[in-house]
């Protein structure tokens, strides 16, 4: 007997697909604590940094890279944006032999940080939701909604 759901039916395969994305997604999702950690310590690298800030930049630059290329692949447009943002700032700086304190890398890596943070709490919210401060979260759907044009 046909199905009365006027919606049409995955055909085969497509379940699967659909499932081995989210399980990608849910992982792309964990990996960005990493990334996050990842920051947090190029940060403190940078601000340690004494005659020569580049190596740090650099790392910075590659990390932000690889953020928002992942981000793209999942359509997560805020993390994107703002990762586009900090590499963009770190190849600035790169170029301009900038040193440990330009403000332009400074602000694009907070700014990508404080992105992951509320992210993070997202997230966990989500998994557990009795931990939820739901008022905390209003600004991430609109983070998410950015736009990441260098993509």
């Given at each position: 007997?046909?199905?009365?759901?006027?919606?049409?039916?995955?055909?085969?395969g497509?379940?699967?697909?659909?499932?081995?994305?989210?399980?990608?997604?849910?992982?792309?999702?964990?990996?960005?604590?990493?990334?996050?950690?990842?920051?947090?310590?190029?940060?403190?690298?940078?601000?340690?940094a004494?005659?020569?800030?580049?190596?740090?930049?650099?790392?910075?630059?590659?990390?932000?890279?690889?953020?928002?290329?992942?981000?793209?692949?999942?359509?997560?447009?805020?993390?994107?944006?703002?990762?586009?943002?900090?590499?963009?700032?770190?190849?600035?700086?790169?170029?301009?032999?900038?040193?440990?304190?330009?403000?332009?890398?400074?602000?694009?890596?907070?700014?990508?940080?404080?992105?992951?943070?509320?992210?993070?709490?997202?997230?966990?919210?989500?998994?557990d939701?009795?931990?939820?401060?739901?008022?905390?979260?209003?600004?991430?759907?609109?983070?998410?909604?950015?736009?990441?044009?260098?993509?």
């Amino acid at each position: 007997m046909d199905s009365i759901d006027p919606r049409p039916q995955p055909r085969r395969g497509e379940a699967d697909t659909d499932d081995r994305f989210d399980v990608l997604r849910a992982r792309y999702r964990q990996r960005l604590g990493g990334d996050r950690t990842a920051l947090r310590g190029l940060r403190t690298e940078l601000r340690r940094a004494e005659a020569d800030a580049a190596p740090a930049q650099e790392k910075l630059r590659m990390l932000a890279h690889r953020m928002a290329g992942a981000a793209a692949l999942f359509a997560d447009r805020g993390i994107c944006s703002a990762a586009s943002a900090l590499e963009s700032a770190a190849m600035a700086a790169l170029e301009a032999h900038a040193d440990k304190d330009d403000a332009k890398l400074w602000r694009a890596a907070r700014a990508l940080t404080a992105l992951l943070d509320r992210t993070d709490d997202a997230v966990s919210a989500v998994v557990d939701p009795g931990k939820a401060d739901h008022g905390r979260f209003d600004h991430v759907k609109a983070d998410l909604d950015g736009d990441c044009r260098s993509r």
